[in-house]
């Protein structure tokens, strides 16, 4: 509670701030110190209770797993902020505004985090998404950014209104938006049959199907990632990379939690929780993500839009987790937000400092910049999942995850697969960087010089992702202490 309260608080701070404050840098300032603010609340709640004692009606519910995510969330923008605070200045001339509208969209991540009741996973939506079709718009005068802000709100509102639906089917079929209560009646108590079709009204299969197709959507799982290539593309690179961080990990946190909700506590079988096989449905939303996402990513000449691509790849890894539904899942969707999220931040932080964002354009960016080619070599690794660094130990979890089930081995196969495809696309970023000698003034050149602080934090943020690498147990020690 704490989170999210200080979170919509210092959103309205920040509005108010671009009235007081003249200073475009002490935006950063008031920002970090306000992050600051909400996380050693977090924390506080995490061991001591929240200091904001407010009766929810169980429409939220604050666990271990809730509060730790708000942590990654809160520690995640933090480090945005610090990379990119200058390049947010740079879009346009409403600075706090910016930051504003970014508090807001933390604000919605950690109520997507929390919820327990179906009016809630909408209201976090909506609190996540319109912030972000505002800031993917945010160039005005870039016809890109504008077409990129249309697709993505006329999409968005299309998946809002399936969802929408679903949750008015639900609550035909159910009686009730409580998370806890939309269990099948069939199988609340303890011993009941197993959940089939025909146990469940036609609302609530066909709810719980819209539901799960709208946050297919807001994850970018195939068949519904075809807006997120040109809206990432379109976006000013500085918000693209906090869309294709924390804002996807708070999504995949939602999606989780509305499925081990719907199976826990009873006896169903977990295969019909939606009264479907949902298990065979969301194996070929793993496949279509990882093959759209692999396959569009290799044929990709721009470094931005192959992000975009590998992104979608992503997001097929991460489905490993709403697949398993158990312990190690949790675990692994924690993983990869930490993993996925710094490796993003830490990617787009210079390539949003490049001139060119072709391929060619890192050419011999580590004989120019040495420290800048060492720690996107880092991220790369991360995001392709080679061992040592954190995401290999996020890809880990998720595959052990669907091998703890017993089932489906195949389906493991396939994600070791496309994660040896990945490699590809990751790699010629490397070959770029490494092996290969600019031939014009744009390659491996920065638009400006960055200044010692940034690549200091940069190498310290790929130092960072290694040690997760090497220790992975230090961050889901918290998860239970």
């Not at 605070?85 to 346009?92: L, P, T």
């Not at 959940?195 to 709810?207: H, M, N």
């Not at 194996?283 to 396959?295: P, Q, R």
């Amino acid at each position: 509670m704490n989170a999210i309260i200080l979170s919509a608080v210092l959103g309205v701070v920040m509005m108010f701030s671009s009235v007081l404050v003249s200073n475009q840098k002490a935006y950063k300032g008031i920002a970090l110190v306000g992050l600051l603010i909400i996380l050693i609340a977090n924390i506080n709640e995490t061991y001591n209770g929240p200091i904001f004692e407010i009766n929810t009606y169980n429409m939220l519910a604050f666990d271990g797993f809730s509060l730790f995510f708000n942590t990654i969330a809160i520690v995640c923008t933090g480090v945005y902020f610090i990379l990119t605070s200058k390049q947010i200045e740079k879009v346009g001339g409403h600075t706090a505004e910016y930051f504003t509208l970014i508090f807001f969209v933390l604000c919605g991540a950690t109520i997507l985090s929390a919820y327990n009741n179906l009016l809630m996973l909408f209201i976090g939506i909506e609190i996540l998404t319109i912030p972000l079709y505002i800031l993917t718009g945010s160039k005005k005068k870039d016809l890109k950014s504008n077409e990129a802000a249309l697709k993505y709100f006329l999409m968005g509102s299309f998946s809002t209104g399936l969802m929408l639906m679903g949750i008015a089917l639900i609550y035909g079929g159910t009686g009730t938006f409580a998370l806890e209560k939309i269990i099948p009646a069939a199988a609340s108590a303890q011993g009941a049959p197993a959940v089939t079709a025909q146990t469940l009204s036609f609302l609530e299969v066909g709810g719980m199907l819209l539901v799960t197709f709208s946050l297919a959507f807001k994850v970018s799982a195939a068949p519904f990632h075809f807006w997120l290539p040109d809206v990432y593309y379109g976006a000013p690179s500085v918000f693209t990379s906090f869309m294709a961080s924390v804002v996807k990990a708070a999504a995949f946190v939602a999606f989780l939690k509305l499925f081990i909700a719907r199976a826990a506590g009873t006896s169903v079988d977990v295969s019909k929780i939606i009264g479907v096989d949902w298990k065979m449905i969301v194996a070929i939303l793993i496949i279509c993500t990882l093959l759209v996402g692999n396959i569009s990513a290799v044929r990709q000449q721009n470094v931005k839009r192959m992000l975009a691509y590998s992104s979608i790849a992503q997001a097929g890894f991460m489905l490993f987790a709403i697949f398993s539904l158990n312990e190690m899942a949790k675990e692994g969707i924690l993983l990869y937000a930490v993993a996925y999220s710094l490796a993003t931040i830490g990617i787009f932080a210079i390539l949003s400092r490049m001139k060119d964002y072709t391929f060619a354009g890192y050419n011999g960016l580590a004989k120019s910049n040495p420290a800048l080619a060492f720690a996107n070599t880092v991220f790369l690794l991360s995001l392709a999942g080679i061992p040592l660094t954190a995401g290999f130990f996020a890809k880990y979890y998720m595959l052990a995850s669907v091998m703890q089930t017993g089932h489906y081995m195949w389906l493991v196969i396939v994600g070791v697969l496309f994660a040896a495809v990945s490699a590809d696309y990751y790699f010629r970023v490397i070959q770029s960087m490494y092996f290969k000698n600019s031939e014009s003034e744009n390659e491996g050149q920065l638009e400006e010089n960055p200044s010692n602080i940034f690549k200091i934090t940069v190498v310290a943020l790929a130092i960072v992702i290694i040690l997760v690498g090497v220790f992975p147990n230090s961050v889901l020690y918290w998860l239970y202490n």
